[in-house]
Structure formats: structure tokens, C-alpha cells
């Protein structure tokens, strides 16, 4: 007879340590890694609310481009899997109210060109393309009895359009013929008088395609009402469209050829998007901007109106009470009251607003950041991530949240990221000032580490609690980071984002080096080693800062301006440029464009090494700026380089180009801050 043999239990421990795979060690963020990161986003409840549509975006980095897909997860979290394979993307997941199909948009080879409406029975089979528009698909909205499709469809191109000449040579483009007043978009190109968007109503079973109203103006926007008997939508019958931009909200029936009722007048500033019918189709939301001249920091506002105009519009009183801009707007069940997400110092969490008196309630407490929200039954999901991990699909139970997709769970296991806190400080003249410090990876505490200033764009955006690839990228490679949402931002009231107003490079550049002072008095920022850069208005006020103080020992200023009234006519902002700035020829406005225009008219004050960047074809920030900027501190004789990427615009989108702009920033920083 055998004895048992008694195994003590630190040797059985042992043992299996010996055996079980060894976990590998983290590693801080590489470019690499950041090309591998997914971008998830729109998610969709199913009508059922059983299952999430989501859009996934990844990097191809052999074919050196992005391509987008649509998955499929449970909203219970116990499935998820990529439902489409195409050659070209898909996007736009939207489920038929019936929940029999789920259509889709994408630019797939099939009998016509351009991006068309495709279905994906839920019985199962392939997907199928269901329309063959000639024009450019810009939205759609399924009908709430799933038959019909309301479509916003651009007229089409004819020089895109047109075929090759004779015997297979290239064809001579026709001469670009201007007569708007604003003719210039970033990623659009130029605007051309004659060519204009339209709702459409699409009938399914025919494939019928018809306008809904016979108006010779852009329209945007289309929701149903609840019935589905009308439609509202956003148009501008202005005698020149360009020159006001706010239009108004329009309501029809919902059959080809009706006569469009206006709900709105234009001194409501009504914006493009999408509004909100109540439960009970009696009321609208939606939301305002703010007057023209202050058209660069506005918020959006939260208003109703009758759906049938029998009662003016009216902005609801507890959203203005927040003094801060508003989105995402959703009728509660019973119609009392609006959710809505609120942008607020560094966060965008969600509140309820009453719409017949009584404070704004907020339903998740800061830090938070959420987005593309929404809501079928029990099935309520929104995007949301924070300072460590990207954004994936979450439920919504009451005030908490809940994962249901991990599209970036793996990749960031293997990730040791820098930690990110908030930091307050006083301006030199103004309030107190909010930003975010991240510090470097395995950053000891009461040291001193190199150090970068990162200056968001807009002006009227803000730093906040989501993942930022760049700042943790610096931040592993031994920078402490600064985001700082000077005055200017959003989030912080009227107030805050209009104290720039006609008056760029003065409050912010006091707000940012109050940053850079605190974070050096914190201990964390050595002062003989700062850097500083951004993209858009970033670079504008890198420009500004290293004009106005020597201490940086490098910038990076991307897409940013120079000479400012050499702008005026080249870029997409004329309307700002006269509202708010004025015409140049106005004696007043042109000593504010020379006021404004200090870093390239005093460029002979700028010692620190900068490297330029911008997007060869930016309609938004033309790289004319960088290059002025470029010309000034070369004929100085201070180190610099420029940068142009070949076809870009304002958003370097090339995979590789954005591994290089990377790649430069970090060997920049290297020579002239470590070196």
C-alpha cells in the first residue's frame, strides 16, 4: 500500500509559477503602440436593447491608411464581433425601428459610386446596397415605420463625375469660377454657387427617390416626429447664406413636394444639428448659438418651440442657468424634462433639465467625460474613457458605468502610462485657471523633469478627462506635460471664453505662463529645460508665447498664423475676420491686425528653436502662416525647419505623416531641451 505524499503548499506555489506563462513587463507608449490603438465610436441600441452597433477604426499601417468596420456586442457585455469586412470602411450603424435591418454607410464596390446606403438583414445573409445616389450621401434617417429613409443629399460634382477625355487622356480641369462670399472649407475645398444640399424622402420597397420640399436652399438635419407624419429640419433662407450663418428650424409633412413651415426665426441662431422631438410630438428641442461677432467662442443653448408654431421659441431657463454649452439632447419619457451633456471645467457629464422651472440636475459626478449617447429601452450606452484608457461603449446604469466593449483592454495591459492630475493657479490679471498636469512615466516625486507646455486648439475647446496619446506619449519619453484651458476655452462660462474677444495673444499667454510658473514652483517643471507647442490656435499661441518670453528652450507650432491680415481671404473664417476683427481697410481693425500679428512683426524677439508643420492643402489654418513664420526666424538666423505635409489638411490624417510629425516632436524636443 502507497503513502499519500504530502506536497507542502509554498513548493505546489512555486511549481506553478514555474510553469504559468511569464507575464511581460510594461512598457511606456511607443508610436508604435499609438498606431495600434482602436477608435471606437457611434454606438447604437438595438430596438430591442439587447445588442450595441458600434464603429470600430484601426490603423493599416502596411497600406498606410485607416479603415473603419462595424461590430456587434451585447449590451449585457457577453458577445462582441465584427459584423462587416469590406474593402472600403463602413460607418453610420443605424437600426430599423422594427429591428429587422441594420443599414450602414459605405463606399464598397457595387453599382454605384460613392458612399450609398447598404441594409444587413438580422435573419442573416450579406449585406446589400440599397441606394444609388448620383449626389453626395451627407446623413440619413430611418422612418419610425421602417419603410421610408429621410436622406440629406448633396447635388453632385460634375467635374468628379465626369469621364475621362478621348482616348483615355487626362482631361483638362475646367477653371474654378468663385462668386460666394465665404468659398473656402477645410476638407470640402472650394464652395461653388449652384451646388446645394437637400432632404430627400427614400421609399424602400420602390427605391423611389423624391425631395421633400421644392426650397432653393441648403438643408441639413432631418428628424421625424414620433408619428412620422412630419419632418423638421435645418435650412437658411437668407438672401446670402454665407454672410448668416445661423438659420432657422423648418417643419413639413413628411410627402415628396410639401411646403415647409418655419418654426424659428434667424435671430434665433439656430444651429445644423439635429433636433429633438418631444414623446408626445408637440414640442422641439433644439440648439442656439450665440451672435455673430462672438460666433468663435459660442456655446450652444438649449431651446423648445411648439412643432406646430403656435407658441414662439424659448431658450429653457435651467440650461442657461449653467452658463456652459449643452449637447446630446434627449426627451425624458414622460416629456418634463431634457437630458442633456454639459461641458464644464475639464468634463462633459450628463444633467437633466426641467422644462417648466427648477434647477438643472447633474446625474454623474466629475471627472467624466461622455459622448454619442444613446437610448432604446433599457438599453441606454455612451462613449467614454478617461485620462488612461480610450474611449469604448459603456451602459449607462444610473449614475455608474459599465464596460461592455474592450477594444483597447489588451494593448493598454501592456502599457505603464504617466499619471494625470488637475492643477489650479491665478493669472497674473485674471481668474483662477484649470488645467491638467501629466507626469512622466515612473516620475519620482520631488524631482525635476523636462518639461512641456501642450496647447490645445479652437480657442473655444478644452483639455479634459480623456485619453490624450500625445501627452502620454511625451510623458514616456521623461516630459511632465501641461494642458492648461486658458481664457478662451470652453467650460467655463460666456465670460471666460469671450475675455479674448478681438484680443489674441494677450490673457491667454498671461494664463499659460502662469501655468508654466506653477508647475516649475510645484517642483515637477525644471526651468532651464520648458518646451512648448500645439496644433491650430496651439500653434498660434506658440507663436505668441515664444514672442513674448525666451525661457522655452524648443516650440513646435503647427498650423498656425502669422502676418493675421494676410489671412483675411485665404482661409474659412471671414466672417470672423469681419465681425469680430473688422476689414482691414478700417483704420480701427487695422491696428488690431497689427496688434495681433506681434510674433512675425516682432519676430527679431524670438530666440527659441522652432520647428514648423502644416497640411500642404489646410483651407482651415492655410500653412502660409508657418511659412511666414518659417521665412521670419530663418532670415533671423534662429534655428528652425518647416515641415509641409503633401495634401493634408488642417487634421494630418495619413497614418505615416502622423507617425513622422510624432517622430520629429520628439527628436525636436531631444536636440534642444535634453541635448
Not at 411648439?306 to 440650461?319: E, F, H, L, T, Y
Request: aromatic share 10%; hydrophobic share 35%; proline share 6%.
Amino acid at each position: 500500500m502507497m503513502r499519500s505524499l504530502r506536497i507542502p503548499a509554498l513548493a505546489l506555489a512555486l511549481s506553478a509559477a514555474a510553469t504559468a506563462p511569464a507575464q511581460p513587463a510594461k512598457h511606456p507608449l511607443r508610436i508604435e503602440d499609438i498606431q495600434r490603438i482602436r477608435d471606437v465610436r457611434d454606438p447604437r441600441c438595438s430596438p430591442d436593447g439587447r445588442s450595441v452597433a458600434y464603429v470600430v477604426s484601426s490603423i493599416d499601417v502596411k497600406e498606410d491608411k485607416s479603415a473603419s468596420h462595424i461590430w456587434l456586442a451585447g449590451f449585457d457585455g457577453k458577445s462582441d464581433r465584427q459584423i462587416t469586412f469590406g474593402a472600403e470602411s463602413e460607418s453610420q450603424p443605424r437600426w430599423s425601428p422594427d429591428g429587422k435591418y441594420l443599414a450602414f454607410t459605405s463606399s464598397r464596390p457595387g453599382p454605384a459610386k460613392g458612399s450609398q446606403i447598404w441594409l444587413l438583414d438580422q435573419q442573416g445573409g450579406e449585406a446589400f446596397q440599397l441606394t444609388d445616389l448620383k449626389g453626395r450621401l451627407q446623413g440619413y434617417e430611418w422612418s419610425p415605420d421602417s419603410k421610408r429613409f429621410a436622406l440629406v443629399v448633396g447635388d453632385p460634382d460634375p467635374e468628379a463625375d465626369a469621364e475621362p477625355a478621348a482616348g483615355g487622356k487626362p482631361r483638362v480641369p475646367k477653371p474654378i469660377v468663385i462668386d460666394r462670399y465665404k468659398f473656402k472649407q477645410d476638407g470640402q475645398g472650394y464652395l461653388l454657387s449652384g451646388r446645394h444640399s437637400y432632404v430627400y424622402l427614400f421609399d424602400i420597397a420602390t427605391k423611389k427617390l423624391e425631395r421633400l420640399t421644392t426650397s432653393a436652399a441648403d438643408e441639413a438635419s432631418p428628424a421625424w416626429s414620433p408619428d412620422g407624419s412630419k419632418i423638421a429640419f435645418f435650412s437658411n433662407l437668407a438672401k446670402d447664406p454665407d454672410r448668416e450663418e445661423a438659420g432657422q428650424i423648418f417643419v413639413a409633412d413628411s410627402k415628396p413636394g410639401s411646403a415647409a413651415k418655419a418654426l424659428t426665426t434667424p435671430a434665433n441662431l439656430a444651429t445644423r444639428s439635429r433636433v429633438e422631438w418631444s414623446p408626445d410630438g408637440l414640442r422641439i428641442a433644439y440648439l442656439e448659438t450665440d451672435e455673430q461677432k462672438y460666433g468663435a467662442y459660442s456655446m450652444s443653448h438649449l431651446a423648445t418651440v411648439a412643432s406646430d408654431g403656435s407658441k414662439p421659441s424659448a431658450r429653457v431657463v435651467a440650461a442657461e442657468a449653467l452658463d456652459r454649452g449643452v449637447s446630446g439632447m434627449r426627451f425624458t419619457a414622460d416629456g418634463k424634462a431634457i437630458d442633456v451633456l454639459v461641458t464644464d471645467d475639464r468634463s462633459v457629464y450628463p444633467s437633466r433639465v426641467p422644462l417648466e422651472g427648477g434647477a438643472a440636475q447633474r446625474l454623474m459626478a466629475p471627472p467624466i467625460v461622455l459622448s454619442n449617447w444613446d437610448k432604446q429601452g433599457a438599453c441606454f450606452v455612451a462613449l467614454a474613457g478617461g485620462d488612461d484608457q480610450p474611449a469604448e461603449v459603456k451602459a449607462i446604469d444610473g449614475a455608474t458605468l459599465r464596460q461592455i466593449t474592450h477594444q483597447n483592454d489588451a494593448l493598454f495591459a501592456e502599457l505603464e502610462l504617466g499619471k494625470t492630475g488637475e492643477v489650479s493657479f491665478k493669472s497674473a490679471t485674471g481668474p483662477e485657471v484649470h488645467g491638467l498636469l501629466t507626469k512622466p512615466v515612473g516620475y519620482v516625486e520631488g524631482t525635476k523633469a523636462p518639461f512641456l507646455l501642450r496647447i490645445h486648439g479652437g480657442p473655444n475647446g478644452q483639455d479634459q478627462h480623456s485619453f490624450a496619446a500625445e501627452r502620454q506619449l511625451f510623458a514616456a519619453n521623461g516630459y511632465a506635460v501641461l494642458a492648461v484651458n486658458y481664457r478662451g476655452s470652453s467650460g467655463r462660462g460666456a465670460k471666460f471664453s469671450r475675455a479674448i474677444w478681438s484680443d489674441w495673444g494677450h490673457f491667454e499667454v498671461e494664463d499659460l505662463l502662469a501655468g508654466v510658473d506653477h508647475v516649475v514652483k510645484m517642483g515637477v517643471a525644471d526651468p532651464a529645460r520648458l518646451g512648448v507647442g500645439g496644433w491650430s490656435y496651439g500653434g498660434i499661441l506658440t507663436d505668441y508665447l515664444i514672442a513674448t518670453d525666451n525661457r522655452f528652450k524648443a516650440a513646435t507650432s503647427g498650423a498656425g498664423t502669422a502676418f493675421t491680415v494676410a489671412f483675411y481671404g485665404t482661409d474659412q473664417y471671414i466672417i470672423q475676420y469681419d465681425y469680430e476683427v473688422g476689414p482691414p481697410w478700417n483704420p480701427k481693425a487695422w491696428e488690431t491686425y497689427q496688434k495681433i500679428s506681434y510674433p512675425f512683426l516682432h519676430a527679431d524677439r524670438i530666440k527659441t528653436p522652432t520647428l514648423f508643420l502644416g497640411g500642404e492643402k489646410d483651407f482651415n489654418v492655410p500653412v502660409q502662416g508657418s511659412q511666414q513664420m518659417y521665412q521670419a526666424l530663418r532670415s533671423l538666423g534662429v534655428d528652425t525647419q518647416l515641415i509641409i505635409y503633401p495634401n493634408e489638411n488642417h487634421g494630418i490624417a495619413r497614418p505615416s505623416y502622423v507617425k513622422d510629425r510624432y517622430e520629429r516632436y520628439l527628436a525636436w524636443y531631444q536636440k534642444y531641451i535634453k541635448g
